[in-house]
């Protein structure tokens, strides 16, 4: 379970669908947006990088933990 908090949705949280994660990688999808996650844990658990698609848009996008 999961939510994700974008600015360009004014702050509104989104639920998560189907997250996985298989050693470092972790995927998930966003299926208010139809959009999909794809990328990598850093070592330390900190930093999550890759890449989001949604639509004809792909873009790097990295989240860090606080």
Do not use: C, M, W
């Not at 208010?32 to 990328?39: C, K, N, Y």
């Amino acid at each position: 379970r999961g939510a994700l908090t974008t600015p360009d949705q004014t702050g509104i949280e989104l639920p998560l669908g189907v997250i996985t994660r298989s050693g470092g990688h972790v995927a998930f999808d966003v299926p208010a947006l139809r959009g999909v996650f794809s990328g990598e844990l850093s070592a330390d658990g900190k930093t999550l990088r890759g890449d989001y698609a949604q639509s004809n848009l792909e873009a790097p996008v990295a989240f860090e933990r606080k």
